[in-house]
Nanobody, 116 residues
Framework: QVQLVESGGGLVQPGGSLRLSCAAS????????MDWYRQSPGKERDLVAT????????QYADSVKGRFTISRDNAKNTVYLQMNSLKPEDTAVYYC?????????WGQGTQVTVSS
């Protein structure tokens, strides 16, 4: 069974940093692109960052470009999202995701709150 488990969220002050982790299992992780999404109350779930299977290519939403970095360790079946210079508008539930065998899979989400 495909499983994605996020961790690393929490409360941080503006300007602070967090690193999110997503542990994947149930599929051949190394062959699949991985994504991070986020969703605030009343809003759609938006794509934040994408990383290809090899880690060679990455893409970011304009709102986080230059502040967030997506990376992966295929030996550990884990994808990361390093978040720096956090702003209150980054507050959201962050989800790890991938598409596998015609279905999109989601983790349970981890809450990130940026507030003073």
């Amino acid at each position: 069974q495909v499983q994605l488990v996020e961790s690393g969220g929490g409360l941080v002050q503006p300007g602070g940093s967090l690193r999110l982790s997503c542990a994947a299992s149930g599929f051949t992780f190394q062959y699949y692109a991985m994504d991070w999404y986020r969703q605030s109350p009343g809003k759609e779930r938006d794509l934040v960052a994408t990383i290809r299977s090899t880690g060679r290519f990455t893409q970011y939403a304009d709102s986080v470009k230059g502040r967030f970095t997506i990376s992966r360790d295929n030996a550990k079946n884990t994808v990361y999202l390093q978040m720096n210079s956090l702003k209150p508008e980054d507050t959201a539930v962050y989800y790890c995701s991938t598409t596998n065998a015609g279905s999109r899979y989601w983790g349970q989400g981890t809450q990130v709150t940026v507030s003073s």
